[in-house]
């Protein structure tokens, strides 16, 4: 075999299993879409086709204007956006701190915030509604922040502190011997050369607070506080499950998720790719 015909070969299956893995994993995302667009008397009667014969968005219309959906996609864009904005910020923090600040019991508290990770969360439910409950914190969106902040920061930190490690000192220290204090350093010089890690952790935390379940489901009894993977929840009913009115949920909530992540991408691919190269 020629040199030629062997590199178009490695080409050809290259580029044959990427295809073949991107089509593995959007096939979820697209049959998502055709059902919610298929009609109900279609959805069994059909079987399985790539596209139903008719289609239909009255599964759309049922979910925005005769369900309590859009009030569950308001609170979980509130809880999301919320829990991304303050673990970024705390974990942006005790990063810098963890990477540039030796004292005593570093390691200790290195330690602890590891063994918070270890804990199954099913395990924590019922000591955090018990602590929630008299503090009026169940049954609000202010109690389900607190708990995916308190979940989260950990690796955040972890996170915000690998991208701190990268950047030498010496551009703070020189920062500070012309004059400027540690935290301006930090906000004007060091900060923006970590937007990367900034995104990388925004993206985590905004994705894991949006498709939490466990808490949203054990600490909320009320549908005006209840968030969007709860309220899936409530198109499965005793006997039967309305799947195209679930799908059709489904698509609308990958929306802001989607959006997030566009906005995102050109600092999140920065972050997920620092350090690959060396240079």
């Known amino acids: 075999m020629t040199s030629s015909a062997r590199s178009t070969s490695h080409w050809l299956l290259h580029y044959g299993l990427l295809a073949f893995y991107v089509a593995f994993a959007l096939f979820p995302l697209y049959w998502l879409l055709k059902v919610s667009v298929t009609p109900n008397d279609l959805l069994y009667s059909e079987g399985i086709r790539l596209w139903p014969s008719r289609s239909s968005l009255a599964h759309y219309t049922f979910v925005l204007a005769h369900s309590d959906f859009p009030l569950f996609f308001k609170n979980s864009v509130i809880v999301s ?87 030498p000192k010496d551009l703070e220290e020189a920062a500070m011997i012309d004059g400027a204090s540690r935290f301006r350093a930090f906000r004007q010089i060091i900060l923006p050369l970590t937007l990367p890690g900034v995104a990388a952790t925004l993206g985590f935390v905004f994705t894991a607070a949006w498709s939490e379940l466990l808490f949203a489901l054990m600490l909320v009894s009320k549908a005006d506080a209840s968030t969007f993977p709860v309220g899936l929840l409530g198109f499965v009913s005793k006997f039967s499950v309305d799947f195209g009115q679930m799908m059709a949920a489904g698509v609308l909530a990958l929306i802001p998720a989607c959006l997030f992540f566009l906005l995102i991408q050109r600092y999140l691919v920065q972050g997920l790719t620092a350090g690959a190269v060396k240079g």
């Open 81 to 167: 956006g919320s829990t991304a904005v303050l673990v970024t910020l705390i974990a942006a923090l005790s990063g810098y701190a963890m990477s540039r600040f030796d004292f005593r019991g570093k390691m200790w508290l290195v330690g602890l915030m590891l063994i918070t990770q270890m804990f199954p969360l099913v395990m924590l439910v019922a000591p955090i509604f018990k602590l929630f409950s008299p503090l009026g914190l169940t049954n609000s969106l202010t109690g389900l922040v607190i708990v995916y902040t308190a979940f989260n920061v950990p690796f955040a930190t972890f996170l915000m502190q690998s991208f701190f490690d990268g950047i």
